[in-house]
Nanobody, 117 residues
Framework: QLQLVESGGGLVQAGGSLRLSCVASRTIFSKNTMGWYRQVPRKQRELVAQITSGGTTTYTDSMKGRVTISRDYAKNTVYLEMSTLQSTDTAVYYC???????????WGQGTQVTVSS
């Protein structure tokens, strides 16, 4: 069972930066599309960024230019670098992995990001 463990969330002032990390528990990480989603209370979870095993990236329009997703195959880790954070970026951020052969999705436990204005 693939497990995802996020870290790096916290409290940051508006305009600041954060880097989130997500470690996958198994080497199958190398074949999976990895991504970051976020969710605020009473709203649906939304995609923030995604990176395929080949390195193709996708970003949500609201964060384009302010966020970068990357992956380190040696560490089985995917990163989300966020900058110029706004209060509207406050949410729980979840790491996601889509299994390459059948589309099954794995989720981390989430990490809280709070941006104070």
């Amino acid at each position: 069972q693939l497990q995802l463990v996020e870290s790096g969330g916290g409290l940051v002032q508006a305009g600041g930066s954060l880097r989130l990390s997500c470690v996958a528990s198994r080497t199958i990480f190398s074949k999976n599309t990895m991504g970051w989603y976020r969710q605020v209370p009473r709203k649906q979870r939304e995609l923030v960024a995604q990176i395929t095993s080949g390195g193709t990236t996708t970003y949500t329009d609201s964060m384009k230019g302010r966020v970068t997703i990357s992956r380190d195959y040696a560490k089985n880790t995917v990163y989300l670098e966020m900058s110029t954070l706004q209060s509207t970026d406050t949410a729980v951020y979840y790491c996601n992995a889509i299994r390459w052969n059948d589309g099954y999705e794995y989720w981390g436990q989430g990490t809280q990001v709070t941006v104070s204005s």
